[in-house]
């Protein structure tokens, strides 16, 4: 005569299924934390890129004279503002503006474009994200 209840074998069994249950979800919740970390790291790469190079933009745009424009440096007003790759990271007079230990400045480039006064600013980081701006010097 059976009375109500479970026994031993039936408990195990429903503990074994939630436990498969419970890391399959457990697995998907640590992916997709996962990928929104990857985004946020990836968007604020993005935000840092941008605005330096609309810094570099101004600065071209506004300076007196241009020293220096060459691959992973740029110096204007006769050095009073250098902007320089430097450890994995875009530099103006030592502050560190774009460009963190997970995703360092690969390249920046600044280049002359045989165009009077219009300049090239490109920066490419490890993880493959590139940005590439056009300035003129006024």
Known sequence: ??????????MVLVLIIIAVIGSTVARFF???????FDAREATETQNRVGMTLDRLTREIRNARSIRECTEDRLSVN??????ERA???I???GEA???TPEDPIRSFRCDETGIDDLYA?????ERGYE???YAYWR
């Not at 600013?121 to 980081?125: A, K, P, Y």
């Open 1 to 10: 005569m059976r009375r109500g209840g479970f026994t031993l074998l039936e």
């Open 30 to 36: 640590g992916v997709s934390t996962e990928a929104v």
């Open 78 to 83: 006769g050095g009073d503002r250098v902007f």
């Open 87 to 89: 450890g994995g990271r």
């Open 91 to 93: 530099r103006l007079n």
């Open 97 to 99: 503006m774009a460009g």
């Open 121 to 125: 600013l490109e920066m490419e980081t």
């Open 131 to 133: 940005a590439l701006i």
